[in-house]
């Protein structure tokens, strides 16, 4: 089965910069959006941003004006760029694939960010 493979965590000082990538392992047909969902310890699994194949994009308030999603369609590839880093942004990150045949979603195995203060 297709997998997604998330790379570009690291660890970084607050204020600093990392860029995610995710890429499948084979072919998906027909995706519709692609995401970036993060859960820290002890908390739940939450959406950090999502683009559609329309190129509709929406980010959860705590991310606006810091985190960029973006994608390139001919690798279907997923990107997210994450500037001026809080410690609260520490999490393992997920990317996520909405597609319009089963499986329906793809996960990632998830990469660390953590931002020191």
């Known amino acids: 089965q297709v997998q997604l493979v998330e790379s570009g965590g690291g660890l970084v000082q607050a204020g600093g910069s990392l860029r995610l990538s995710c890429a499948p392992s084979?072919?998906?047909?027909?995706?519709?959006?692609m995401g970036w969902y993060r859960q820290a310890p002890g908390k739940q699994r939450e959406l950090v941003a999502k683009?559609?194949?329309?190129?509709?994009?929406n980010y959860a308030d705590s991310v606006k004006g810091r985190f960029t999603i973006s994608r390139d369609n001919a690798k279907n590839t997923v990107y997210l760029q994450m500037n001026s880093l809080k410690p609260e942004d520490t999490a393992v990150y997920l990317c996520?694939?909405?597609?319009?045949?089963?499986?329906?979603?793809?996960w990632g195995q998830g990469t660390q960010v953590t931002v020191s203060s």
């Open positions: 084979g072919t998906i047909f027909s995706i519709k959006a």
């Open positions: 996520n694939y909405e597609a319009t045949f089963y499986p329906y979603k793809y």
């Open positions: 683009i559609t194949t329309g190129g509709s994009t």
